[in-house]
C-alpha cells in the first residue's frame, strides 16, 4: 500500500493480474481499478472492512486475459462504470477521453488515452503514481497484436504521453509476470526496451515480429467482457494461460526433457540438484501432482523468497511448471539472480505425467 497526500492505493490481488483500490483517506471514497470478477466478494470485503464508499469501477481497457468485474461490482454498489470512450462494454455508465476527471473525495483520477495494447487503453494518473494498465509493464508493455491491437498507435501514445509525465513518477502496471510490484518512470526510461530510441517505423517492425495468434479463449474473454459477465465462477482462461498480455517469447533458457530428469535422478539421485515448482499451491497438491523432491515456490513469489533457495547456487536448478513456460520464466529470474546451473524441465508437469513418471500429490 502506498499512501501520499491522504491519497491510498492498494493493490489487491495475488499473482500476475492486478487490480488497485485507490482511495481517499479522508473522506473514505474510492475507485476500484482493473478488478477481476471471480475476486469479487473479496473486494465487498475488503471495501466493508476498510469502510470505503465505492464511487467508480474501472477497466483501463478491454481485457482478453481475465474477465472484468466492473459490471458485477457497480450492481452491487452502485459505483458507476468508467471506460474509455472507445470501450466496448454494454454497461458502461460514463465514458472517459483523454483529461476526464473522476473525482473519488477530494481526489482526482485523471484519464489519459494511451492506445496500442488495444483501442481503448487508458492510464489513469493519481498524484505521484501511473496506473498503466497493459500500455506500460516494469520493464515491458502489453503486446499489440491483440484485436484491437496495434504497435503503431503504441509508439505515438508512448512517445506522446512519457516525456509529459515526470521521472520520479511511481509506475503501477496492470501485470507483472515476475513479481515486482512498482517501478519509477525514470528507471523505465533507461531500461524498458519499449522507451529505447527508435523510429514509429522500427518499432512496428520489431513489434511486429513478435507477434502471434489470438488464442480462441482470449476472443471468447474479450467477448464475455463486451456482454458484462456476472457469474464470478465463469472460468475462460486456461489454468496455465501464463505471461498473456506481456510482449515477446517465453525468455530463452537452457532445456532440460522429463526423461533426462528422470535419468539423472535414476543414475545420481537428488544430490546436486534443486526440483523447483512453480506452480501455485493448489497445482503442486492437485490431480497432476508434483515430481518427487520438488520445491514449490510460486512464481510470483520467486524473486521475493530467492534466498530461501541461495544454499543452492551451486546446484543444478530445474524449474518446473505445469507446460513449461511459467518455469522458464523462472529460471529467467534465477539466472538474473546469479544462478549459473538453471535448466527449465520442457513441457512441464504435464510431460513428466504423460511419460507415466512417479508423481507426489
Ligand atoms: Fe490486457
Redesign the pocket.
Known amino acids: 500500500m502506498t499512501s501520499r497526500e491522504g491519497v491510498i492505493v492498494r493493490q489487491l490481488n495475488e499473482g500476475a493480474c492486478r487490480t488497485y483500490l485507490v482511495a481517499s483517506a479522508g473522506t473514505r471514497e474510492a475507485a476500484l481499478v482493473d478488478p477481476v470478477l471471480a475476486s469479487t466478494e473479496r473486494y465487498l470485503q475488503v471495501l466493508r472492512e476498510g469502510r470505503w464508499q465505492l464511487r467508480w469501477v474501472i477497466d483501463t ?1 478491454t ?3 481475465h474477465l472484468s468485474g466492473c459490471r458485477l461490482l457497480a450492481d452491487r454498489t452502485g459505483a458507476e462504470y468508467a471506460m474509455h470512450r472507445k470501450g466496448g462494454a454494454r454497461h458502461i455508465s460514463t465514458r472517459l477521453t483523454d483529461g476526464s476527471a473522476l473525482k473519488v473525495g477530494d481526489l482526482v483520477l485523471e484519464a489519459i488515452e494511451t492506445p496500442g ?2 483501442r481503448d487503453s487508458l492510464t489513469l494518473k493519481v498524484p505521484g503514481r501511473v496506473l498503466t ?2 500500455w506500460l509493464f516494469i520493464g515491458g508493455a ?1 503486446r499489440t497484436d491483440l484485436p484491437g491491437g496495434d504497435p503503431g498507435e503504441h509508439w505515438d501514445s508512448l512517445t506522446r504521453v512519457i516525456p509529459s509525465l515526470d521521472g520520479s513518477t511511481v509506475v503501477l502496471p ?1 501485470h507483472d509476470y515476475n513479481g515486482r510490484t512498482d517501478s519509477v518512470l525514470r528507471d523505465e526510461r533507461r531500461t524498458n526496451a519499449h522507451l529505447q530510441e527508435r523510429s514509429r517505423d522500427e518499432y512496428v517492425a520489431w513489434l511486429s515480429a513478435a507477434a502471434e495468434p489470438t488464442p480462441v479463449w482470449m476472443i471468447e474473454t474479450l467477448r464475455a467482457n463486451n456482454a458484462g459477465p456476472i457469474d464470478p465462477a465463469l472460468r475462460l482462461a486456461p489454468p496455465d494461460a501464463a505471461a498473456v ?1 506481456a510482449v515477446g517469447p517465453v525468455p530463452r533458457v537452457p532445456q532440460v526433457s522429463a526423461d533426462e530428469v528422470k535419468r539423472r535422478l535414476d543414475s545420481e539421485g537428488p544430490a546436486g540438484l534443486l526440483l523447483l515448482d512453480v506452480r501455485q499451491p493448489e497445482e503442486y497438491t492437485g490431480e497432476l501432482g508434483h515430481v518427487p523432491g520438488a520445491v514449490l515456490v510460486p512464481l510470483p513469489e520467486l524473486r521475493a523468497r530467492v534466498d530461501e533457495i541461495a544454499a543452492h547456487r551451486p546446484a543444478t536448478v530445474i524449474t518446473i511448471c505445469r507446460s513449461g513456460d511459467r518455469s522458464a520464466r523462472a529460471a529467467a529470474i534465477l539466472r538474473d539472480a546469479g544462478f549459473v546451473n538453471v535448466l527449465n524441465m520442457t513441457g512441464g508437469t504435464l510431460a513428466w505425467r504423460d511419460r507415466g513418471f512417479p508423481v507426489e500429490r
Open positions: 481497457h481485457h482478453a486475459d495494447h488495444t494498465g497493459d502489453g496492470g498480455c
